[in-house]
């Protein structure tokens, strides 16, 4: 993204802020008069395990990744009610975006947030203790309330990962788009660009898609390693399917 007053982030406020009810307290933090900034999209999401992993790929191996998806797909806060495991995410746009909200956020760990930032928003989050069998603590789960992309990178992998270009009004978008002139099918998360018994179509031609998902289909489809992975362009097309 070159247009820097036009500069995205991708907020979601997590299931713990749902949970304590606070979406109206972050809500009000991230109010467009205080910012300056101007919301581009938003959904309510049931984050399933594909989405999940792909949001949270960088932490992919390390000893809170595992509570980390079960926290962000709502399974921690509300276990046995999937009707109330979702997150509410929100595309965020103007100048400095990424920074600013990073700062209205506070550091990731809540405790340090409330020693070193008391006001923002993760000073209202919680540590949790994280058990094993015979409940030796073995680590903590952060519930911070609130994601924020990091910088420019993360934000455009992040917001490209949750929304498709429909879910953000033409004059607001900030990133590559492009018609799509093929079909595109997924069965057993694999592509198949030919329609299969049982297979859905999630893809197709007259559709409109980030440039970057199709430069990866394409690839993906003749067999080639493309700069994402399948999951991280079909998980947008199952959000709430
Ligand atoms: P997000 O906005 O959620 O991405 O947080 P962040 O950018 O401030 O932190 P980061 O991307 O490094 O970590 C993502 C999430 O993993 C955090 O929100 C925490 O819930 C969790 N996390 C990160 N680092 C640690 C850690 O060292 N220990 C534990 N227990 N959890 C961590
Ligand atoms: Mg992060």
Request: glycine share 6%; net charge negative; proline share 5%.
């Amino acid at each position: 993204m070159s247009d820097t007053k036009r500069e995205e982030t991708l907020v979601l406020i997590k299931p713990d802020a749902l949970k304590n009810s606070l979406t109206g307290y972050v809500l009000s933090q991230l109010a467009e008069f205080h910012t300056g900034l101007r919301f581009a999209a938003t959904k309510i999401v049931r984050v399933d395990k594909m989405l999940a992993e792909e949001h949270y790929e960088e932490h992919r191996g390390k000893i809170f990744f595992p509570s980390l998806l079960e926290y962000i797909t709502g399974m921690l806060h509300y276990p046995g009610e999937p009707w109330r495991q979702r997150v509410i995410a929100i595309v965020y746009q103007g100048e400095n975006a990424i920074k600013l909200i990073r700062e209205i956020a506070g550091p990731t760990n809540p405790h340090v947030a409330r020693d070193e930032k008391p006001g923002c928003i993760r000073a209202m989050g919680t540590v949790v203790p994280l058990k094993d069998d015979d409940g030796n603590v073995v680590g903590e789960r952060m519930d911070n309330l609130i994601h924020a992309s990091a910088n420019e990178a993360d934000a455009d992998r992040e917001i490209k990962l949750w929304f498709t270009p429909n879910d953000i009004p033409p004059s607001m978008r900030s990133y590559e788009t492009e018609k799509n002139e093929d079909f595109y099918y997924l069965m057993d998360n694999k592509l198949y660009t030919e329609h299969k018994a049982g297979s859905t179509c999630f893809l197709a031609p007259g559709n409109i898609a980030w440039k970057s998902d199709l430069e990866a289909l394409r690839l993906i489809a003749q067999g080639n390693e493309a700069a994402c992975s399948f999951e991280a362009v079909v998980a947008k097309y199952l959000i709430n399917e």
